[in-house]
């Protein structure tokens, strides 16, 4: 008896904890530098933002031997829109659209001509690949990730090195390496 096919596939951890970074670095020095009427609102509201973020970046694709869904985790599928799913006999094709940016997106299509957007920022992308092409008959040997791995890569020393500065600069100042001008409102 054949093994029923049952994966689930998630967002790549490398554009996950680099978008996460990202948040950190541009968020956590704001309840630092805010007047003092604000800082508690900001601190408060860091932890609301990161949960969103991460509610954002958990979206899942499941496939098996029926189809394709999108969706999110119970914990957060109340907050983030709905997802989609497709039974593989469903799809009759995979569209390549250009982005503004340059790069290529594409789009699963129906016989009711219904569109669905392929996920490109996975986990283990080939091998979802290759189980969409032996599901469906379609040739995706041409589907590449939407970006290159360099520049999450590139994305991620640079929040990387903001939060380093970033604390630097904190650590100086609690010290008193560095000295807040008079009349400065923090």
Request: with cysteine; hydrophobic share 45%.
């Amino acid at each position: 008896m054949p093994v029923a096919l049952q994966e689930r596939f998630r967002l790549s951890p490398l554009i996950k904890g680099t978008l996460i970074c990202v948040y950190l670095a541009l968020v956590l020095p704001l309840p630092l530098m805010a007047p003092p009427g604000l800082k508690l609102t900001l601190w408060l509201a860091a932890p609301i933002g990161l949960a969103l973020v991460l509610a954002m970046l958990s979206e899942q694709v499941n496939v098996d031997d029926h189809g394709i869904s999108v969706g999110y985790p119970p914990w957060c599928r109340w907050l983030i829109r709905r997802g989609w799913k497709l039974q593989w006999g469903e799809i009759q094709r995979l569209v390549p659209v250009c982005t503004s940016q340059g790069g290529r997106v594409y789009y699963f299509t129906t016989f009711n001509q219904e569109k669905r957007l392929l996920p490109q920022r996975l986990e283990q992308f080939d091998r979802f690949l290759s189980i969409v092409e032996g599901s469906t008959g379609l040739k995706t040997g041409a589907i590449k990730r939407l970006t290159p791995p360099w520049t999450y890569q590139l994305l991620f020393g640079l929040a990387v090195g903001m939060l380093t500065i970033e604390t630097v600069v904190a650590v100086a100042v609690k010290w008193g390496w560095i000295v807040i001008p008079a009349g400065y409102p923090g």
